[in-house]
């Protein structure tokens, strides 16, 4: 007799990390009979793959559970069980907490404990006792979780090569969620990205949180920069784009910003956050560099790539941020001309050394701080994507557009690109002539007589 499939629910909040982390967490889950559903109410088990970077995240997550404890009531009700685990950062700085407060919830695992989860849940099912997993254990979990799942069509994928951060910025959770630095070893990194490739996989974002502080044991006993590591993937026949974020300006090497220039496979687009333009802010912040050095960092990046797409975090109202110190952020930015940007009121962390700062200002000022500064953020991407208007680029494909007949892709610079195409084009590169910007894509028109390139083939 067929065993019965089980279905797995997971519900993803925060940044890519944490997408990469629930792919993980689907496939070490599989060996053991689940398989995903989107609906919650169908789900034998619930993971809630969570984000504490800002405001009121513990709270959100118990609002959520709210939720989830009304659907696991009512499966109840008809005889079904549901477990419910709580991962990701969330579950990290609660901890036993969640399961105090959250009759709801069977299993509580940290980020650096995934490949622990199909054990857990195995257990929990056996005892129906509920257990709590937030140590950093030594073992590596990457070498303890399973390979990456074949047969799922996909074309752009997510690595994380290293987690965890050193930096220490005054403001943020991630020293103490995801802990200190650990890089993925390359030969690990390399197997990844080719098992990858040979599913159908052409573009390979690499992940970290503070992903150019790579220093990974290379198999020649040295230790490899995020440069090397890149210039290795670039070597994957496959692989016709790489990428990575998230970057620390002092962690920005020559290698590195050479490569820009270098390595054709490498796509002209950096997410190099500099969260303030005033030095008093930044250096209260403990962010390592100045304004200036930010803005000398970027000429050296612009010389090395020309065309290169910036695009950056910023953080508005921080203690003691003055109507001067925002006037300097904006100003930064007027400079800069940011393709994208990614903006946030400061939000005060527990047990980071900002939030017991004085000078907190207030949430109306934050308000009226974020509304100007995305307002201009949002003419400077227009401005970078109506720069494209009348250049041919080369698009990879991504999917079926909304419109019947449409096909979505990614310029090099990581816009979105809607353009009239076949379906067999999905997985491949051609070049658009790019006709129009709109708010959030470009739409474009394939190179007339145009003929796609073979596939190259996976070396695995
Ligand atoms: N308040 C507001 N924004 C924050 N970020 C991190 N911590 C905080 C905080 N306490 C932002 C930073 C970071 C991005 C991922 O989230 O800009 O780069
Ligand atoms: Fe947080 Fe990034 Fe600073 Fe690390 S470098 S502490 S992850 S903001």
Redesign the pocket.
């Known amino acids: 007799m067929a065993r019965r499939l089980k279905k797995l629910h997971i519900k993803t909040f925060g ?1 890519q990390m944490n997408a990469y982390d629930s792919e993980r967490m689907a496939e070490a889950l599989q060996p053991a009979g689940y398989e995903l559903t989107k609906s919650l109410g169908d789900a034998d088990l619930v993971i809630l793959n969570t984000c504490h ?3 009121k995240a513990a709270e959100k997550v118990y609002s959520e559970l709210g939720r989830v404890r009304l659907t696991k009531e009512a499966r109840k009700a008809h005889g079904h069980d549901q477990m419910v685990a709580v991962a990701g950062c969330v579950a990290q700085a609660e901890g036993h907490e969640l399961i105090a407060r959250a009759p709801v919830v069977d299993i509580v695992v940290g980020p650096q404990s995934l490949h622990r989860l199909a054990d857990l849940v195995a257990e929990a099912q056996s005892t129906g006792e509920r257990s709590v997993e937030t140590e950093f254990p030594a073992e590596d979990k990457f070498a303890a979780l399973p390979p990456r799942a074949q047969g799922k069509r996909q074309v752009s994928a997510f690595v994380t090569v290293q987690e965890g951060c050193d930096k220490f ?1 005054t ?4 020293p103490y969620t995801r802990g200190a630095e650990y890089s993925r070893k390359p030969a690990e990194i390399v197997a990844e990205v080719e098992r990858l490739a040979a599913r159908g996989v052409r573009e390979i974002t690499l992940l970290g ?1 503070n992903v150019n502080a790579y220093h990974g044991d290379g198999p020649d006993r040295a230790a490899w920069s995020l440069a090397r590591l890149l210039q290795r993937l670039a070597e994957i026949p496959a692989i016709e784009r790489l990428r990575f974020t ?1 970057s620390h300006p002092h962690d920005m090497d020559d290698d590195l910003i050479a490569l820009f220039g270098d390595e054709p496979k490498l796509m002209p687009y950096l997410h190099l ?1 500099f ?1 303030a333009g005033s030095d008093r802010i930044l250096a209260a912040m403990n962010r390592k560099h100045t304004a200036a050095d930010y803005e000398a960092l970027i000429e050296q990046i612009r010389a090395a790539r020309p065309d290169i797409a910036l695009s950056t ?3 508005v109202g ?1 203690p003691g941020e003055t109507d001067t110190d925002f006037e300097a952020t904006l100003s930064l930015v007027r400079r800069v001309r940011f393709a994208q940007a ?8 527990p047990g ?1 050394p ?2 017991d700062l004085d000078g907190q200002v207030p949430d109306s000022v934050k308000k009226e701080r974020l509304a100007v500064l995305q307002t201009l953020l949002e003419d400077s991407r227009h401005d970078f994507d109506r720069a494209t208007v009348g250049r041919r680029l080369p698009v990879l494909f991504e999917g079926k557009g909304r419109k019947t007949g449409q096909i979505t892709g990614r310029s090099p610079y990581l816009q979105a690109v809607h353009v009239e195409g076949p379906d067999a084009l999905i997985g491949y590169i051609a070049e658009v002539d790019i006709s129009a910007a709109g708010p959030n894509s470009l739409t474009g028109v394939m190179k007339s007589g145009f003929e796609w390139r073979e596939p190259v083939q996976a070396a695995v």
């Not at 403001?171 to 991630?174: A, E, H, N, R, T």
């Not at 990614?342 to 962390?349: E, G, I, N, T």
């Open positions: 940044c970077i800002r405001e910025c403001f943020c959770v991630v949180q998230t956050p969260q975090d910023i953080i921080f990614f903006s946030f009121k400061y939000s005060a962390r980071t900002a939030a």
